[in-house]
């Protein structure tokens, strides 16, 4: 499972580091503590006019099927092992791709005197991870996305503490994953996530962090880069 994750970045340093065209989101401003329901920088391609368009756009984390009504569902993770067939991701999957920017993302071992989290991250200053959005147009006719996280079996060094992680692109299939068009071959898709994930994973360390990662609701930590600090326990 991927529930908290940081990105430390503004959006034109996703601009540039994802060569987009620019987006919507100048509202965005970094997080150390990202959490479901925020709304958080994403990465899509789409046509515009007739013209493909990769923008940084904003997304809600926790996917809204667009048949989803009220309080329906609304995943933030996605499995790998079923992202294909499950009803909720399968349309999705096949057309409607993008990347979730981020520098790295929590995990949580239960000690006697509570949950310890730790920060997951890899050499890179930005993460691309591999997620999914819905699309859902408002009474005033504007398009709010939506979006899940893809993860796969802990492969990374949170295997210590996680049985799951994010599934994270290297940069030689970023383009294949954002590609605007719908797959003709899922398996193909889904082996190159699986070799993907599996080379990032083999770069990741982690350490523990203070527990204010631990409150959603402590605003002061959200904007504090001591929260990704290492500490000793």
């Given at each position: 499972?991927?529930?908290?994750?940081?990105?430390?970045?503004?959006?034109?340093?996703?601009?540039?580091?994802?060569?987009?065209?620019?987006?919507?989101?100048?509202?965005?401003?970094?997080?150390?503590?990202?959490?479901?329901?925020?709304?958080?920088?994403?990465?899509?391609?789409?046509?515009?006019?007739?013209?493909?368009?990769?923008?940084?756009?904003?997304?809600?984390?926790?996917?809204?099927?667009?048949?989803?009504?009220?309080?329906?569902?609304?995943?933030?993770?996605?499995?790998?092992?079923?992202?294909?067939?499950?009803?909720?991701?399968?349309?999705?999957?096949?057309?409607?791709?993008?990347?979730?920017?981020?520098?790295?993302?929590?995990?949580?071992?239960?000690?006697?005197?509570?949950?310890?989290?730790?920060?997951i991250h890899g050499p890179e200053s930005i993460l691309a991870a591999a997620g999914l959005y819905e699309a859902q147009k408002q009474d005033d006719g504007a398009w709010a996305l939506s979006m899940?996280?893809?993860?796969?079996?802990?492969?990374?060094?949170?295997?210590?503490?996680?049985?799951?992680?994010?599934?994270?692109?290297?940069?030689?299939?970023?383009?294949?994953?954002?590609?605007?068009?719908?797959?003709?071959?899922?398996?193909?898709?889904?082996?190159?996530?699986?070799?993907?994930?599996?080379?990032?994973?083999?770069?990741?360390?982690?350490?523990?962090?203070?527990?204010?990662?631990?409150?959603?609701?402590?605003?002061a930590a959200k904007v504090d880069p001591a929260l990704i600090e290492p500490i000793d326990l």
């Amino acid at each position: 499972m991927c529930g908290r994750f940081v990105m430390d970045k503004n959006t034109d340093d996703l601009i540039n580091e994802f060569v987009a065209q620019g987006g919507d989101f100048r509202d965005w401003r970094p997080s150390y503590n990202v959490a479901p329901t925020d709304r958080v920088p994403v990465v899509r391609e789409w046509e515009h006019h007739g013209e493909l368009t990769r923008s940084v756009d904003g997304a809600t984390w926790g996917l809204k099927p667009s048949w989803a009504k009220g309080k329906g569902p609304a995943p933030i993770n996605a499995r790998l092992e079923s992202v294909a067939t499950n009803g909720l991701f399968r349309n999705a999957f096949v057309s409607r791709r993008l990347v979730v920017p981020m520098a790295g993302y929590y995990e949580w071992q239960t000690l006697e005197d509570g949950k310890q989290p730790y920060f997951i991250h890899g050499p890179e200053s930005i993460l691309a991870a591999a997620g999914l959005y819905e699309a859902q147009k408002q009474d005033d006719g504007a398009w709010a996305l939506s979006m899940t996280i893809i993860t796969r079996e802990a492969a990374d060094a949170s295997g210590e503490i996680h049985d799951r992680m994010p599934v994270f692109l290297t940069p030689d299939v970023l383009d294949e994953w954002l590609h605007q068009g719908k797959l003709e071959v899922n398996d193909e898709m889904l082996a190159m996530l699986d070799r993907s994930s599996l080379a990032m994973a083999r770069t990741m360390t982690t350490y523990p962090v203070s527990r204010r990662v631990n409150s959603v609701r402590d605003e002061a930590a959200k904007v504090d880069p001591a929260l990704i600090e290492p500490i000793d326990l």
